[in-house]
C-alpha cells in the first residue's frame, strides 16, 4: 500500500521560508515522477512542481524562482523548499505521484 506523508507546513510572515517534506512508503520515490499541487480555500488544486526519476524538475509559473523541489533517495522523501513567500501562496499542499496523494500539510503566509 503506497502513503504520502506531507509534513513541514506552519505558519510564517510574508518574505519566510519553509521547506516541505513527502515521505513515501509503499513507494521507491526515485522510481517515480513525484509532484507538489497545492489548493488555497475555495480554489481549484493547482500544480506547483515535479521532479522526474531522472531528477529534472519543472516549476509553475507562479513559483519559479522562489521554489525547489528535491529528493533525498535515501530517506525515501522528496522536498519542497519555499522562499519568499507571498500571502497568495497559503494553501494546503499535497504530495503526489499521480497514483497516491498524501494528506496534505497547511502553509499560512501572513504577517
Known amino acids: 500500500q503506497v502513503q504520502l506523508v506531507e509534513s513541514g507546513g506552519d505558519l510564517v510572515q510574508p518574505g519566510g521560508s519553509l521547506k516541505l517534506s513527502c515521505a513515501g512508503s509503499?513507494?521507491?520515490?526515485?522510481?517515480?515522477?513525484m509532484g507538489w499541487y497545492r489548493q488555497a480555500p475555495g480554489k481549484q488544486r493547482e500544480w506547483v512542481a515535479r521532479?522526474?526519476?531522472?531528477?529534472?524538475?519543472g516549476y509553475a509559473d507562479a513559483v519559479k524562482g522562489r521554489f525547489t523541489i528535491s529528493r533525498d533517495d535515501a530517506k525515501n522523501t522528496v522536498y519542497l523548499e519555499m522562499n519568499s513567500l507571498k500571502p497568495e501562496d497559503t494553501a494546503v499542499y499535497y504530495c503526489?505521484?499521480?497514483?497516491?496523494w498524501g494528506q496534505g500539510t497547511q502553509v499560512t503566509v501572513s504577517s
Open positions: 503526489t505521484n499521480w497514483g497516491a
Open positions: 509503499g513507494i521507491i520515490v526515485k522510481t517515480h515522477a
Open positions: 521532479i522526474r526519476t531522472d531528477a529534472d524538475t
